[in-house]
T-cell receptor
Framework: DGGITQSPKYLFRKEGQNVTLSCEQNLNHDAMYWYRQDPGQGLRLIYYSQIVNDFQKGDIAEGYSVSREKKESFPLTVTSAQKNPTAFYLC??????????FGEGSRLTVL | DAKTTQPTSMDCAEGRAANLPCNHSTISGNEYVYWYRQIHSQGPQYIIHGLKNNETNEMASLIITEDRKSSTLILPHATLRDTAVYYCIVRVGEYGNKLVFGAGTILRVKS
């Protein structure tokens, strides 16, 4: 079945460690996105990519990095520079104009 | 970028229509209105979108005012499973891909 797969679903990290969240889609979508959600809050855009080898910063890109080497993959690295990384991370994809398809999310906890 | 304003929360009786309002007074002529919903700890789910005409699908109806400054999402027969956070979004960005999520409306359907 077509869809978006995020992994891992739950992740624990020690302070000062980098961690990479995986996002893979088999929908042949051009655009992919990463959002962050804190408890009781809406989604905030971290990074987005409209084509391979190109991506743009969203509203809260500091402390995060991404790559888009393949159309189907858009991994997000949470670096040690992100001061408050504990959150729910959501990946999405879409065609140029149309609905966003979201993954099930990855919950990151910093110990 | 166009922004949206939604009520923080609403209650609806099971079986009755749920009418969720959204204000987007700064919307541009080529920007679409999208509605998504998010059930707790899951990825948001697309509901419906429109430009200026009213739209209907199997999930809901979208009524957009003639001046496009506001819209209403209608769930015709709300069920307990419709309890979720509902996001009204105007699609922004150079290529129309970036979606900005606000805090949304918490809809509580009660029996």
């Amino acid at each position: 079945d077509g869809g978006i797969t995020q992994s891992p679903k739950y992740l624990f990290r020690k302070e000062g460690q980098n961690v990479t969240l995986s996002c893979e889609q088999n929908l042949n979508h051009d655009a992919m996105y990463w959002y962050r959600q804190d408890p009781g809050q809406g989604l905030r855009l971290i990074y987005y990519s409209q084509i391979v080898n190109d991506f743009q910063k969203g509203d809260i890109a500091e402390g995060y990095s991404v790559s888009r080497e393949k159309k189907e993959s858009f991994p997000l690295t949470v670096t040690s520079a992100q001061k408050n990384p504990t959150a729910f991370y959501l990946c999405a994809s879409s065609m140029a104009i149309g609905e966003l398809f979201f993954g099930e999310g990855s919950r990151l906890t910093v110990l | 970028d166009a922004k949206t304003t939604q009520p923080t929360s609403m209650d609806c009786a099971e079986g009755r229509a749920a009418n969720l309002p959204c204000n987007h007074s700064t919307i541009s002529g080529n920007e679409y209105v999208y509605w998504y919903r998010q059930i707790h700890s899951q990825g948001p789910q697309y509901i419906i979108h429109g430009l200026k005409n009213n739209e209907t699908n199997e999930m809901a109806s979208l009524i957009i005012t003639e001046d496009r400054k506001s819209s209403t999402l209608i769930l015709p027969h709300a069920t307990l499973r419709d309890t979720a956070v509902y996001y009204c979004i105007v699609r922004v960005g150079e290529y129309g891909n970036k979606l900005v999520f606000g805090a949304g409306t918490i809809l509580r359907v009660k029996s």
